[in-house]
């Protein structure tokens, strides 16, 4: 697929992550940020969390999603600087327009996919929203979208409060969905020549992973099945981290067979009997079957459980730390990379899925409107235009 232009409106992960994708594919990405009235930070709030990377408007938490991409600002407030997006779109031949704004703001921003498709027919048009377009004042962030679609009530241990996972999955849901989207309308568009709106609601990308717990209520479950049950698996027995004498290994059985080599295994072999033969024998005695397991992994390294369970096929993993992780062999080549100010590599996630054509070095995050003369002098701005521009506050000055 040839290389695309990206413009999209964003801030938080869930939107930046979504275009972090087309980066790595090697498409330009134009952010486009606020102007402010000269109160707060300016632009996105996510430059300003965590530690200082490269100066003030450069921390840790907004460099990895931002990677290999350029920064406008612009006042959309006003229609000077909305006619100024619209003249971007049609100049530089956008294909791809992206927000993540509450959907009621659209219209006043100029935004909207009925004003922006009527510069360019054929574009592209994704919004990430809370609850979607139906419910258009709704803000919303991950870990209330967690809350409102039970994963809160599915996270922790059965005992303990409601949790929180540990890396924001509706973000990442969110912004992968409009990836998936952004491809599959330019499949269709190579077919018809026809644009596309795509909207993007956090609550129902988070809902539609509901697959294991959601269809359960229709069947007449147990209150059990869909609800905290710390590391073990609700059915499969048994699943669970199991502390070892230096850490902790999480082992999965899937099958009977499964249980059949593992209590093969000699330090294991004491678990045999035949209301265990089964899964759903290991079910009903699962409370002691886990008790029982935990005992004699306690006496154990966890490289040496590691060997038997590996040499005896049975899925398994020592529980890593992210340290530990960035060092794992499986990801030798595989981090993408970028060079902060001071010359040094950062390394960062790698890509989902390995692409031929993929960028794994990409450009330092850009200043907050880093670009903005830059693109508006390829969409026709003369230095006299854009002066008068930052004198009214339409771009800054």
């Not at 990442?172 to 077919?191: P, Q, T």
């Not at 093969?264 to 886990?290: H, M, V, Y």
């Amino acid at each position: 697929m040839k290389p695309r232009t990206v413009l999209s409106m964003e801030q938080a992960l869930s939107l930046p992550s979504a275009t972090l994708r087309f980066a790595q594919l090697g498409w330009r990405v134009i952010r486009v940020e606020a102007v402010t009235s000269g109160k707060g930070n300016p632009g996105d709030p996510n430059r300003y969390i965590g530690s200082k990377v490269a100066d003030e408007d450069r921390h840790s938490y907004f460099i990895a999603p931002n990677v290999g991409k350029e920064a406008i600002a612009l006042n959309l407030k006003e229609q000077e600087g909305q006619d100024a997006l619209k003249r971007i779109i049609k100049e530089l031949d956008v294909d791809i327009f992206c927000c993540n704004t509450v959907p009621s703001r659209y219209e006043s921003l100029g935004i909207d996919y009925e004003t922006l498709s009527a510069v360019k027919p054929d574009l592209i048009w994704a919004g990430i929203s809370a609850l979607g377009p139906e419910f258009p004042n709704v803000p919303g962030y991950d870990p209330v979208i967690q809350a409102l679609a039970g994963y809160m009530e599915l996270t922790g241990d059965p005992d303990g409060n409601p949790t929180l996972s540990g890396i924001p999955l509706v973000d990442l849901k969110a912004g992968d969905e409009v990836f998936a989207g952004v491809c599959l309308a330019l499949a269709e568009r190579a077919e018809t020549g026809q644009g596309k709106r795509i909207d993007v609601s956090m609550f129902q990308a988070a809902a539609s992973w509901l697959i294991t717990t959601l269809p359960l209520i229709d069947f007449g479950c147990d209150y059990s099945e869909i609800t905290r049950s710390g590391n073990e698996h609700r059915k499969f027995i048994p699943t669970n981290a199991y502390k070892s004498k230096d850490g902790f290994i999480f082992m999965a059985q899937g099958s009977d067979v499964q249980w059949q080599r593992f209590i093969a295994i000699p330090k294991f072999a004491s678990l045999e009997s035949d209301d265990r033969l089964t899964n759903n024998g290991r079910l009903a005695n699962r409370e002691q079957l886990q008790k029982d397991i935990a005992d004699i992994m306690a006496n154990f390294e966890t490289s040496e459980l590691a060997k038997d369970l590996r040499g005896a096929t049975i899925p398994c993993a020592p529980i890593c730390t992210i340290p530990q992780v960035i060092e794992r062999e499986e990801l030798n080549g595989k981090l993408t990379t970028t060079t902060s100010l001071d010359g040094k590599t950062i390394r960062m996630q790698p890509m989902a899925v390995d692409q031929p054509e993929g960028q794994m070095k990409l450009s330092f995050p850009p200043k907050y409107g880093e670009q903005t003369e830059k693109v508006l002098s390829e969409a026709g701005y003369s230095k006299e235009d854009m002066d008068q521009l930052g004198q009214t506050n339409i771009i800054p000055s």
